[in-house]
């Protein structure tokens, strides 16, 4: 039986590259999308053509109904979770601090962080040696902003992701007793649609004028770290930065 891989927001950009790799190294592959059928479906009928096995699951993973009913499709249709990869998140517009309203941050945070926190949880429920489970891996997709702050464009992008790497070094000493493994990639600016759909559409090509090896990373770049960190066996609690030096 092959290894289950649930990736979240994996319709397009970097976890669409994560799923088709990851079926091509003999995952059966839970591909989340919140909205776009099109695009998750799309994906799907790739891997399947390449000889491989996946699902599309349409769920918020802003909520925590949305989280339940993910992961209770994946249990109903696969029976088992081998790996999560917390992909799924959102930007915004560039803004200061002192022009950020309330509901802003809330999105920000509940998105980007409260769900990946729950994601974790319905994981480790299912994976834990402790529960029954026979262990696993969880990844999650943090951002260079998490290190370099975000100053002037989105702080509470950058402190959400931060966030994230907290949960990550946390949770991975948590749990290790467990048989489950907690590791991170931080991207740069990658080739995605995330910072268009913010009204920033130039924020690509500008910003690969900027970092050390000249040009912006493309999302195959970073579903290639993801898998290598899913097969590493004794890497825990480790953040690997993908960002072309910045």
């Known amino acids: 039986m092959n290894p289950v891989m649930l990736i979240t927001g994996a319709g397009r950009g970097i976890g669409a590259a994560t799923a088709r790799l990851a079926a091509r190294e003999g995952y059966t592959v839970a591909i989340n999308y919140r909205r776009d059928h099109h695009a998750a479906e799309s994906v799907v009928e790739a891997i399947h053509q390449a000889g491989g096995q996946a699902i599309a699951i349409p769920a918020d993973v802003a909520s925590d109904a949305g989280i339940q009913t993910l992961f209770e499709t994946v249990d109903a249709k696969l029976g088992r979770l081998d790996a999560l990869v917390n992909n799924a998140g959102v930007v915004d517009a560039n803004c200061r601090l002192e ?13 980007n962080v409260a769900g ?15 529960h029954g489970g026979h262990g696993g891996t969880i990844i999650n997709v943090s951002s260079a902003a998490a290190r370099l702050g975000g100053a002037d464009e989105y702080v509470d992008y950058a402190a959400s992701k931060g966030a994230i790497d907290s949960l990550t070094r946390g949770l991975a000493r948590e749990v290790a007793g467990d048989g489950i493994r907690v590791n991170g990639v931080r991207p740069g600016v990658i080739r995605t649609t995330i910072h268009a759909s913010a009204n920033n559409p130039h924020k690509v090509e500008l910003a690969g004028q900027r970092i050390p090896l000249g040009r912006i990373g493309d999302p195959e770049e970073i579903a290639s770290a993801i ?10 609690g480790s953040i690997i930065d993908v960002d072309g030096g910045v």
Do not use: H, K, N, Q
Request: positive net charge.
């Open 99 to 111: 022009d950020m309203d309330f509901a802003r941050i809330e999105r920000m945070m509940r998105i």
């Open 116 to 130: 990946p926190m729950i994601c974790a949880r319905e994981a480790v429920r299912r994976m834990s040696t402790r």
């Open 227 to 236: 898998l290598w960190l899913s097969g590493s066996g004794f890497s825990t």
